[in-house]
């Protein structure tokens, strides 16, 4: 079954630095990569998604690149303002059960003033 | 358009009694998932309901059960309630069989005392 692995576990960047958080999968057919923002005391939240037909995806100061050859995706972000500050969360599909997702452990980014 | 409802925010139970999560989904989503969330940590899959039907289960033990009704709405029972069950339950509900984005509701906090 699919495997996502998420790396690091924590991460603390200074305000204005990029953050870059990585996820690994296992299962060469996925084809749907979301990452989701968890505030503190609140939902997991879609920010961005990408799909397996494109290598890079940008929306502001957020991007998401795929590597289907090594299967991994990142999470980039850059100009990090403290309200980036949240657990991030990756995710992907399992196509062998019924592409049931599944999360990656979940990153802490800490952004320092 | 309404998100993902949950009901209650909060519960509090003691030791061996039972719990009873509500959620409604996105009006048109037919899939429904349920996560376990301990403080701190990432998402535990529990179960994945799609038109009525149980599609998936994570590795819970039995008194971990649900059902989803007619309107798509789905109930997560908890029996036999130990202290480890202490967490923020939270429910997701997609458009389409497996593979898309999932919506989250605020959560039920459940403790156990």
């Known amino acids: 079954g699919e495997n996502v692995e998420q790396h690091p576990s924590t991460l603390s960047v200074q305000e204005g630095d990029s953050a870059v958080i990585k996820c690994t999968y296992s299962d060469s057919a996925s084809n749907y990569f979301p990452w989701y923002k968890q505030e503190l005391g609140k939902r997991p939240q879609l920010i961005i998604d990408i799909r397996s037909n494109v290598g890079e995806k940008k929306d502001q100061r957020i991007a998401v690149t795929l590597n289907k050859t090594a299967k991994h995706f990142s999470l980039h972000i850059t100009e990090t303002q403290p309200e980036d500050s949240a657990v991030y969360f990756c995710a992907a599909p399992e196509p062998s059960n019924n592409n049931d997702m599944r999360f990656g452990a979940g990153t802490r980014l800490t952004v320092k003033p | 358009e309404a998100g993902v409802t949950q009901s209650p925010t909060h519960l509090i139970k003691t030791r061996g009694q039972q719990a009873t999560l509500r959620c409604s989904p996105i009006?048109?989503?037919?899939?429904v998932y349920w996560y376990q969330q301990a403080l701190g940590l990432g998402l535990q899959f529990l179960l994945w309901?799609?038109?009525?039907?149980?599609?998936n289960r994570g590795n819970f033990p039995p008194r971990f059960s649900g059902r989803q009704f007619p309107n798509y709405s789905s109930e997560l029972n908890v029996n036999a309630l130990e202290l480890e069950d202490s967490a923020l339950y939270l429910c997701?509900?997609?458009?389409?069989?497996?593979?898309?984005?999932?919506?989250f509701g605020p959560g039920t906090r459940l403790l156990v005392l």
């Open positions: 009006s048109g989503h037919t899939s």
């Open positions: 309901y799609d038109e009525g039907e149980e599609r």
């Open positions: 997701a509900s997609s458009p389409l069989w497996g593979g898309e984005t999932q919506y």
